[in-house]
Nanobody, 128 residues
Framework: EVQLVESGGGLVQAGGSLRLSCAAS????????IGWFRQAPGKEREALSC????????YYTESVKGRFTVSSDNAKNTVYLQMNKLKPEDTAVYYCAADSDRFYCAALRSYRGFYDYWGQGTQVTVSS
């Protein structure tokens, strides 16, 4: 059974930092690109970042570029999202997802159906 499990969310003050983890099991990790997403209440899902775990290439949406950093530890089957300089508008549920079509990592696609597996999400709340 394939599982993606996010962790590391929580409550932080504006300007603070959090590191999210996405631990994968049941799949050949470096056959996938891993994307990070968020969804705030009443808003559409937003694709934030993607890492191609095969070659390490990373991609970011403009709203998080320079503040968020995605990385992977293939030995641990884990992808991380380091989030710095957090803002109240970063408040959302954060998800990771695995895409076997690594070519599309750069496209930062947000449609749920494009991805093979999703995690359950972790809440991030940034207070002002």
């Amino acid at each position: 059974e394939v599982q993606l499990v996010e962790s590391g969310g929580g409550l932080v003050q504006a300007g603070g930092s959090l590191r999210l983890s996405c631990a994968a099991s049941g799949l050949t990790f470096d056959d996938y690109a891993i994307g990070w997403f968020r969804q705030a209440p009443g808003k559409e899902r937003e694709a934030l970042s993607c890492i191609n775990t095969t070659n390490g290439n990373t991609y970011y949406t403009e709203s998080v570029k320079g503040r968020f950093t995605v990385s992977s530890d293939n030995a641990k089957n884990t992808v991380y999202l380091q989030m710095n300089k957090l803002k109240p508008e970063d408040t959302a549920v954060y998800y990771c997802a695995a895409d076997s079509d690594r070519f599309y990592c750069a496209a930062l696609r947000s449609y749920r159906g494009f991805y093979d597996y999703w995690g359950q999400g972790t809440q991030v709340t940034v207070s002002s």
